[in-house]
């Protein structure tokens, strides 16, 4: 598969910081040979960006000035000449033994030069997301603590009937039981898949395409029936595990609960790509699923050939996946597909904290006795209480210290007082590098005994006032809503629930809005958007959250111009064939923008480029009406507690601002007794909830940003990745969606 072209590393001198293309503006006096020649950009870094190279290789590509003859062309790698390698057609080449670290390349053509700086890291990890979790156990039966292992291949083939069956190219069956497919390039072949199945990062990545066994296939020159697309599959919920596990289907050999494309986009000559670390319900860690990410998009390039765009898609925690990596890491994708949408997993955290917290006061006889069912519905936002009870069943273990996860033994669990040294499985401290341990201000005296601060918690609910919208509209007395606010109470540290209200540290909250764990979708109008979304009958896969993602688009923008709800009667997910059409008009819209060679930034080619079609529809049995999205009556749109409470649409307000409780807001229809306004003073000393304001922490998130020094070390909260030229990862989308 690899045509190798490994070279002698020479240890050489680099540039002490980061840079492409050293060198000052008009030479290079350091005595190189190169003082009478014009710097300038000359190599494309196809698979990657220059300065995250896993695995020793590099697909390359020059962009030579006009006048230069291949024979005035000079290239070398640590000082040894490797210039033969771009005698081709598409001067490209797939350069190997790269050591760790800083490798030097020398473009000199003519009277121009180039010094390029590659940064290798190690298969294994990590790239970008800092120190990986620990311990970690391979369940691949590795021998290797890294799970590393030999790649490998199956094959698969659609027999006429339309079923998947596994395909031996030693003993192929007969070839009139092979389905045909014709790609969207008019190019009819057999059926027949080939999966690849490998590891990197300590986890397992899986390939698949159309494949012809008997041609070869290598990046510079694919088997023709690759249109050069890529989709990517993501599974589904949120967790974190501390062992390897399968990266999600990348070819459906059998029936599912959940639409799938793959069987249509490999028909078409697309590539399927899935991660096991983008998979949320294994690792709900943003920073380590966009690497995984990029590690994949890297090998599948090296492997497979350059791609024109990429496209996400997933359900729950895949539509949270391709949502918030594409907005904290612009350029991995050109295209998602969310269906039963989340934007992020700590907006939603706050959502189900309260829910939980409800749940506690509610199941007390007290709670029980003063509200009735459809008054704990409205101010929890829902049709029904059944909501909150799915969303507790569901997702709010992950947020535990000590809940078991998967690779971690009952004796390796956290303890607050038998085992305070142990492993916190919980989604926070899995993501520390991100969050940053708490100040010792705020340490606990379980901290404070093992001398270190856990992962802090961006989430808040000082100030929030409960059941506000439901008292403003009768639906609940003054003595509920002030019996409700006083017994709502939060939870500590190890999520135990506690009489005071939870209150956030800033540093843990601004680092989840910098991070992207918190979705405000500053990045997220350079991707196309098409959200499949159906009604929620109390499932807690809210039909709010694709709105809010539009909302936050809007707030961000001041418009939601890349973004598409198609709506449908079928439970979360529209319809059965929503994300059949989503697809197919996300490719019609892509292909378009891809045309689009104009210095136009990607926001707008994305809104010019969509086709007129393209727009809110609603979905019946398989047939869509482009003219409306669904009514309210087949979609309806419910809220949470805190928009009860006052919060927006936009949902991502996890710790508010404050102002002074003044009675006159309650208006005139609401009357409280002196002794209620007094107990509502003690409930909120410092204020109440002000909505209009900016949320406590918030700031833009910060596109690509690594948590870890050139050492490996942390650097918690993170700091940006340095800037690159327009050449890098050139590979991962056509000219006309800059990266970059």
């Known amino acids: 598969m690899k045509g190798k072209l490994v070279f002698n590393s020479l240890n050489i001198a680099v540039c002490s910081v980061i840079l492409y293309g050293c060198g000052g503006g008009g030479g290079d006096s350091s005595g190189s040979g190169t003082s ?164 990197q990062n300590r986890d397992e990545y899986r390939f698949a395409v159309l494949y012809d066994p008997n041609q070869p296939w290598t990046a510079l020159k694919p088997q023709a029936q690759f249109n050069h697309k890529l989709v990517v599959t993501h599974g589904q919920s949120c967790g974190n595990d501390y062992q390897s596990a399968s990266a999600p289907t990348v070819i459906a050999t059998s029936s599912s609960i959940l639409p799938d494309v793959t069987i249509l986009a490999l028909g078409r000559g697309f590539g399927v790509m899935s991660t096991a670390l983008s998979h949320s319900g294994h690792n709900c860690n943003l920073a380590i699923q966009a690497e995984s990410l990029i590690m994949a998009k890297e090998r599948f390039i090296e492997q497979y050939g350059t791609l024109r765009y990429t496209i996400g898609q997933g359900c729950s925690g895949g539509a949270l996946a391709a949502q918030w990596v594409a907005n904290a890491y612009p350029g991995i994708y050109q295209g998602i597909l969310p269906t039963c949408s989340f934007p992020d997993a700590w907006s939603t955290a706050s959502q189900f904290a309260d829910y939980h917290l409800m749940i506690n006061y509610f199941q007390t006889p007290e709670g029980r006795l003063s509200f009735l069912p459809h008054q704990i519905a409205h101010v929890q936002g829902h049709i029904s209480e059944i909501n909150g009870y799915v969303s507790e069943l569901a997702q709010f273990d992950v947020a535990r210290p000590n809940t078991i996860c998967k690779g971690i033994s009952s004796a390796q669990l956290y303890h607050a007082t038998n085992n305070p040294q142990g492993i916190r499985c919980s989604i926070q401290d899995a993501a520390i590098n991100l969050l940053a341990p708490r100040p010792t201000e705020l340490w606990t005296e379980t901290e404070k005994r093992i001398g270190r601060g856990f992962a802090g918690l961006p989430m808040d609910n000082v100030g929030v006032q409960y059941g506000l919208d439901s008292l403003m509209k009768n639906i609940i007395t003054p003595e509920q809503f002030v019996q409700l606010n006083e017994k709502i109470g939060g939870v500590d540290i190890d999520i135990q629930a506690v009489p005071e209200r939870l209150e956030a540290n800033y540093t843990a ?75 197919n008009d996300m490719d019609r819209w892509l292909s378009n923008v891809e045309k689009d060679l104009s210095d136009l930034p990607i926001a707008a080619k994305l809104t010019q480029n969509k086709p007129a079609d393209v727009k809110d529809a609603c979905i019946t049995a398989g047939i869509i009406n482009r003219e409306n999205l669904c009514s309210t009556l087949r979609l309806p749109v419910y809220g949470t507690p805190r928009m009860v409470a006052g919060d927006s649409l936009t949902t991502y307000a996890n710790k508010c601002q404050l102002k002074p409780l003044n009675v006159s807001d309650y208006g005139n229809t609401v009357r409280f007794s002196n002794e209620q306004l007094q107990r509502l003073h003690r409930v909120f000393p410092q204020g109440v909830c002000d909505y209009s304001q900016a949320p406590v922490g918030f700031a833009d998130t910060i596109g690509w940003m690594s948590y870890q020094d050139r050492q490996g070390s942390v650097v918690y909260g993170g700091q940006p990745l340095p800037a690159v030229s327009s050449s890098a990862a050139r590979g991962w989308a056509s000219k006309a969606f800059q990266l970059f």
Not at 552 to 575: F, P, Q, S, T, W
């Open 36 to 199: 009478s020649k014009v710097e300038r950009e000359m190599v494309e870094v196809l698979s990657t960006r220059p300065d995250l190279i896993t695995d020793s290789d590099v697909l390359l590509k020059l962009d030579l000035p006009d006048d230069i003859q291949t024979t005035a062309l000079k290239v070398s790698l640590n000082g040894q000449n490797i210039s033969d390698a771009f005698a081709n057609e598409q001067r490209q080449a797939l350069v190997e033994g790269l050591k760790l670290g800083d490798n030097q390349l020398k473009v000199e053509a003519g009277r121009y030069y180039q010094n390029l700086s590659l940064i290798n890291h190690p298969s294994s990890g990590p790239l970008l997301s800092g120190p990986q979790l620990k311990p970690w156990t391979c369940t691949n039966a590795s021998t290797d603590q890294f799970c590393q292992k030999a790649v490998q291949y199956n094959y698969y083939y659609k027999d006429r009937l339309g079923l998947i069956k596994s395909y031996d190219p030693a003993q192929p069956p007969a070839s009139q039981n092979i389905a045909t497919t014709t790609t969207d390039e008019g190019l009819t072949v057999p059926f027949i898949v080939r999966e690849e199945v490998g590891y």
């Open 509 to 583: 909250l601004n680092n989840a809005y910098r991070s992207g764990l918190i979705n405000v979708g500053n990045n997220l109008n350079k991707v196309a958007i098409i959200d499949c979304r159906g009604p929620d009958p109390a499932l807690f896969h809210d039909a709010y959250r694709a709105f809010a993602i539009r909302a936050r688009l809007e707030k961000a923008h001041g418009n939601y111009n890349n973004h598409v709800i198609y709506g449908g009667d079928l439970v979360m997910i529209a319809d059965a064939k929503c994300l059949e059409i989503s697809f």
